[in-house]
């Protein structure tokens, strides 16, 4: 249970390692302000003040070995190597003064091939839970033999950086160090930045191997088919991939090698908000004893939890070993990709429930990874509003999006994958003015593509976008499957789409020097 710490300079005699659930929770209940369980028995538990990652505070050392290799810019911003150091050594002199330290030794990916042995140092027994959730459990006998992790992760959220030090924007800093092959959190207590630092390191090295590294969800047919879901928050990655009829690889992070897909991660963090038994049932059912329940509402009386209630936060999150998903798949680990489906929430309701894709037309929508907010989820929100995240998950790539476009592009080729636009947001009209696809029927869209259903069905080109879409769909109505037809006002139509194809038009041009010609072609037909 106990673990010495003075290889990294940490004296602390109470050093708790890989304890239980159980312990996690007496030493939450008893050392942090508002733990509580809930009616099902989960953990609740508040994450300070801050309830989301912190993107502009991320930072990657700057040394020659990796240099030339990591998208350097507004998401990879840099720090030297002093500054790192400096960093370092203010979190390990804080969590010195600590009377007691959780150790959670773990792994990343569900292929031993090229899974990294990751420990994580903290105080609060939330943090220990929760990473004990999100990394690959290990067997005692693998945890006698663990040695050296190949990562460690210093979280010192609850004291901040010195924000005069240079290369700091604030109190909070996420820093990462390739070389040294740590990372160091000051300034926030939210957990996903754990977990994402983690994605942000497997994203560095996997790219390295020539394996794909995704942010996507995954499940597994009766007959061994797999299918990735890529999409932005809100465009129902988690919810789709949650299929009673299929078996779950994964919720969020995913790599793809020579011989198929696994998941990097042991557990699930799914969004909370409004959650249902009736919408998501496999997720509500998941939520018991060893469930973190992150900045949600109860009544303190009955512990029932208020998922609508987002007075903490609009980002409330369920926390959970992948094996409390029924029917999920472990180890998870799938073969090569049938389907590659692509979520987007058009705001603007010009993007078809669903489209077939080319290659070409795959990578230029998986390079642009569009979605879009609507008026009132967010202060200052007053009409759509576009958002281009490369890859669908932009927040995270360490090289250029273009070398993960490449290297999606060849597996597609190499197993015959093939490609699917699903649009899960309006249809008929502009947010405001029309209703959102009703879940039912993106759900029967995706079980058409899945039994193959959609592969011979009768298609027209779209004459702006210029991608097949299906006239008609197993239990969907027809008017709802092709856009132009469904919008009272066919100007309005048009012009709408002509703006929402400007704005792809612009945003690609920052990877035109990257991209092949027939890539570029796959985009809209602005002509049109």
Same mark, same amino acid.
């Given at each position: 249970m106990g673990l010495s710490l003075n290889l990294y300079g940490i004296t602390v005699q109470d050093v708790r390692r890989n304890?239980?659930? *159980?312990?996690?929770?007496? !030493?939450?209940?008893?050392?942090?302000?508002?733990?509580?369980?809930? /009616?099902?028995? $989960? #953990?609740?538990?508040?994450?300070?003040?801050?309830?989301?990652?912190?993107?502009?505070?991320?930072?990657?050392?700057?040394?020659?070995?990796?240099?030339?290799?990591?998208?350097?810019?507004?998401?990879?911003?840099?720090?030297?190597?002093?500054?790192?150091?400096?960093?370092?050594?203010?979190?390990?002199?804080?969590?010195?003064?600590?009377?007691?330290?959780?150790?959670?030794?773990?792994? *990343?990916?569900?292929?031993? !091939?090229?899974?990294?042995?990751?420990?994580?140092?903290?105080?609060? /027994?939330?943090? $220990? #839970?929760?990473?004990?959730?999100?990394?690959?459990?290990?067997?005692?006998?693998?945890?006698?033999?663990?040695?050296?992790?190949?990562?460690v992760i210093y979280n010192a959220g609850k004291f901040p950086a010195n924000r005069h030090t240079t290369y700091m924007s604030s109190k909070t800093s996420i820093d990462i160090c390739f070389e040294t092959r740590e990372m160091v959190i000051l300034g926030t207590e939210y957990a996903g930045e754990m977990k994402k630092g983690i994605f942000t390191i497997m994203h560095y090295l996997m790219p390295r191997r020539n394996v794909l590294s995704m942010h996507c969800s995954a499940n597994e047919g009766a007959r061994g088919d797999v299918s990735l879901f890529f999409g932005l928050s809100g465009t129902g990655k988690t919810t789709l991939s949650a299929d009673p009829s299929r078996h779950l690889i994964g919720d969020d992070e995913h790599c793809w090698t020579d011989n198929g897909i696994f998941n990097i991660e042991g557990g699930c963090y799914a969004k909370a908000i409004d959650l249902s038994a009736h919408r998501e049932p496999e997720i509500f059912e998941a939520i018991r004893f060893g469930t973190v329940l992150e900045n949600v509402a109860f009544d303190p009386v009955t512990r029932m939890v208020d998922y609508s209630d987002t007075s903490l936060t609009q980002n409330t999150r369920a926390c959970f070993p992948i094996e409390f998903m029924h029917g999920a798949k472990v180890p998870c680990i799938g073969h090569h990709p049938e389907n590659i489906i692509l979520l987007t929430f058009d705001a603007f309701g010009v993007l078809p429930p669903v489209a077939r894709l080319s290659s070409e037309q795959a990578m230029y929508y998986f390079l642009n990874g569009y979605t879009a907010k609507v008026a009132g989820t967010e202060v200052g929100v007053t009409e759509p509003e576009v958002t281009f995240s490369a890859c669908f998950g932009a927040a995270f790539l360490v090289w250029s999006p273009h070398i993960y476009a490449d290297l999606l592009a060849e597996k597609m080729r190499r197993h015959k994958a093939k490609a699917w636009l699903i649009n899960t947001g309006m249809v008929g009209g502009i947010a405001g003015r029309a209703d959102r696809i009703k879940l039912r029927y993106t759900r029967a869209i995706i079980r058409a593509i899945h039994d193959r259903k959609l592969e011979h069905v009768p298609t027209t080109t779209d004459e702006i976008f210029g991608f097949a879409v299906p006239t008609a769909c197993p239990g969907v109505p027809a008017e709802l499957l092709v856009p132009s037809r469904c919008w009272p006002d066919p100007d309005a139509y048009k012009r709408i789409a002509l703006h929402l194809a400007q704005l792809f038009d612009g945003n690609i041009a920052q990877f035109g020097s990257q991209c092949t010609e027939a890539v570029l072609r796959a985009g809209p037909r602005l002509a049109a």
């Amino acid at each position: 249970m106990g673990l010495s710490l003075n290889l990294y300079g940490i004296t602390v005699q109470d050093v708790r390692r890989n304890v239980v659930p *159980a312990v996690l929770y007496e !030493d939450a209940l008893r050392n942090e302000p508002n733990a509580a369980i809930t /009616a099902t028995g $989960a #953990l609740a538990i508040t994450s300070g003040i801050k309830t989301g990652r912190s993107p502009m505070d991320k930072r990657i050392t700057e040394n020659p070995e990796s240099r030339g290799d990591i998208w350097w810019g507004p998401v990879n911003l840099p720090i030297d190597a002093l500054t790192f150091e400096i960093n370092r050594e203010r979190a390990r002199d804080y969590l010195n003064t600590r009377h007691r330290l959780y150790v959670v030794d773990g792994c *990343a990916g569900w292929d031993p !091939d090229h899974r990294i042995k990751v420990r994580i140092v903290c105080e609060r /027994a939330y943090h $220990a #839970l929760f990473m004990r959730n999100m990394l690959i459990r290990l067997s005692d006998e693998e945890l006698a033999a663990f040695g050296r992790p190949d990562y460690v992760i210093y979280n010192a959220g609850k004291f901040p950086a010195n924000r005069h030090t240079t290369y700091m924007s604030s109190k909070t800093s996420i820093d990462i160090c390739f070389e040294t092959r740590e990372m160091v959190i000051l300034g926030t207590e939210y957990a996903g930045e754990m977990k994402k630092g983690i994605f942000t390191i497997m994203h560095y090295l996997m790219p390295r191997r020539n394996v794909l590294s995704m942010h996507c969800s995954a499940n597994e047919g009766a007959r061994g088919d797999v299918s990735l879901f890529f999409g932005l928050s809100g465009t129902g990655k988690t919810t789709l991939s949650a299929d009673p009829s299929r078996h779950l690889i994964g919720d969020d992070e995913h790599c793809w090698t020579d011989n198929g897909i696994f998941n990097i991660e042991g557990g699930c963090y799914a969004k909370a908000i409004d959650l249902s038994a009736h919408r998501e049932p496999e997720i509500f059912e998941a939520i018991r004893f060893g469930t973190v329940l992150e900045n949600v509402a109860f009544d303190p009386v009955t512990r029932m939890v208020d998922y609508s209630d987002t007075s903490l936060t609009q980002n409330t999150r369920a926390c959970f070993p992948i094996e409390f998903m029924h029917g999920a798949k472990v180890p998870c680990i799938g073969h090569h990709p049938e389907n590659i489906i692509l979520l987007t929430f058009d705001a603007f309701g010009v993007l078809p429930p669903v489209a077939r894709l080319s290659s070409e037309q795959a990578m230029y929508y998986f390079l642009n990874g569009y979605t879009a907010k609507v008026a009132g989820t967010e202060v200052g929100v007053t009409e759509p509003e576009v958002t281009f995240s490369a890859c669908f998950g932009a927040a995270f790539l360490v090289w250029s999006p273009h070398i993960y476009a490449d290297l999606l592009a060849e597996k597609m080729r190499r197993h015959k994958a093939k490609a699917w636009l699903i649009n899960t947001g309006m249809v008929g009209g502009i947010a405001g003015r029309a209703d959102r696809i009703k879940l039912r029927y993106t759900r029967a869209i995706i079980r058409a593509i899945h039994d193959r259903k959609l592969e011979h069905v009768p298609t027209t080109t779209d004459e702006i976008f210029g991608f097949a879409v299906p006239t008609a769909c197993p239990g969907v109505p027809a008017e709802l499957l092709v856009p132009s037809r469904c919008w009272p006002d066919p100007d309005a139509y048009k012009r709408i789409a002509l703006h929402l194809a400007q704005l792809f038009d612009g945003n690609i041009a920052q990877f035109g020097s990257q991209c092949t010609e027939a890539v570029l072609r796959a985009g809209p037909r602005l002509a049109a």
